[in-house]
């Protein structure tokens, strides 16, 4: 089935030159990605882990990595407050845009190094007013689409097509503060909007070098998410985690990842309720029509994000002291 609508507006809203990099405690850049929480988890056989934590920080969680390594991601300040990250070598830089925002999450890097993700300046909670940005060599670049409650930008590849997704306003003008979820495809200014056939609301996630787009929907039938795939044109229903409650559930500042290969990384739940991070929450890997959950030792829940064409995986885990940590898994 083809996309359902399209709309074609001038996508950039707000254009906004500035040194965006920038640590709001401190110094621009943090070197170590070994600070004393980096540990390697590693088992004797079969894939590596790397703790990750951004130093100072509480609650990191890496979203996304690129061709050469780099990573982006989130993580909690001691104030409180939610800033992105950039960890490139064993170099970490806070994100933090635009000036006087509230928030920030870097969600997703392509192979060029630019960034994107969302933000805030007036609500704390990040339910409103939220606001995709792109972060492209220093210079940021605020959109929405057009008449949306909410934009969140989740995914961008080499040639800097965006996808993510807004919250409409149907709730806020029919009075039930239910406002549905729609996909969407920014390319060279114009959105296009992505929604799965029948679905009650849709997200867009990532789009591969091939013009792939991987999402989630929620299905009317069964009011659960579910993943499915977008090739020119044309949805695809991924099947679910075998024995899952249920797969790609919402929760915890919510993506899965895409590679060129079309290998799939995102989480699904054991028992019911399907909470943020928690013993019944895993990620996996879906390559090759094979699944595989993705679980770092010792972890009491976990999420996968983000994966590179290489096959590294980065995501997120809660410990026995109900710390989040983000990691790197390596194959």
Same mark, same amino acid.
């Given at each position: 089935m083809?996309? !359902?609508? !399209?709309?074609?507006?001038?996508?950039?809203? &707000?254009?906004?030159?500035?040194?965006?990099?920038?640590?709001?405690?401190?110094?621009?850049?943090? $070197?170590?990605?070994? %600070? %004393?929480?980096a540990a390697l988890l590693a088992s004797a056989t079969g894939p590596t882990f790397t703790t990750i934590d951004f130093p100072g920080g509480f609650a990191t969680l890496a979203a996304d990595i690129n061709k050469t390594g780099q990573i982006v991601g989130r993580y909690s300040g001691i104030s409180g407050l939610v800033h992105g990250f950039l960890l490139s070598g064993t170099t970490f830089t806070s994100i933090t845009v635009p000036p006087g925002a509230l928030w920030t999450r870097a969600i997703a890097i392509n192979d060029g190094g630019d960034i994107v993700g969302d933000y805030s300046l007036t609500d704390a909670r990040g339910d409103k007013n939220v606001h995709g940005f792109l972060l492209?060599?220093?210079?940021?670049?605020?959109f929405d689409f057009p008449g949306a409650a909410g934009t969140v930008a989740e995914g961008i590849d080499a040639n800097d097509d965006i996808v993510g997704f807004y919250t409409d306003n149907v709730g806020n003008n029919t009075g039930t503060g239910a406002n549905n979820r729609h996909g969407f495809l920014l390319r060279s200014g114009a959105f296009t909007a992505i929604d799965f056939p029948g679905a009650g609301s849709t997200e867009a996630w990532r789009i591969n070098s091939n013009g792939e787009v991987l999402g989630r929907y929620l299905s009317t039938t069964d009011s659960k998410w579910h993943l499915y795939r977008l090739r020119s044109g044309s949805f695809t229903a991924i099947a679910d985690f075998p024995a899952a409650t249920q797969t790609a559930p919402d929760g915890y500042s919510h993506v899965g990842g895409l590679?060129?290969?079309?290998?799939?990384?995102?989480?699904?739940? $054991?028992?019911?309720?399907?909470?943020?991070?928690?013993?019944?929450?895993?990620?996996?890997?879906?390559?090759?029509?094979?699944? &595989?959950?993705?679980?770092?030792?010792?972890?009491?829940? $976990?999420?996968?994000?983000?994966?590179?064409?290489?096959?590294?995986?980065?995501?997120?885990?809660?410990?026995?002291n109900g710390g989040i940590h983000g990691y790197l898994r390596t194959p």
């Open positions: 083809k996309v !359902e609508r !399209e709309i074609s507006l001038i996508a950039i809203l &707000t254009i906004l030159s500035w040194g965006c990099l920038r640590d709001a405690a401190g110094p621009t850049a943090r $070197s170590a990605f070994s %600070p %004393p929480r492209r060599g220093g210079t940021f670049l605020s590679n060129t290969q079309g290998d799939v990384t995102s989480d699904y739940c $054991s028992s019911t309720p399907c909470q943020k991070v928690d013993a019944g929450v895993r990620g996996f890997l879906l390559s090759a029509s094979t699944y &595989t959950t993705v679980d770092p030792p010792g972890a009491m829940g $976990s999420l996968a994000f983000g994966i590179n064409d290489d096959g590294d995986i980065v995501g997120a885990y809660i410990d026995a």
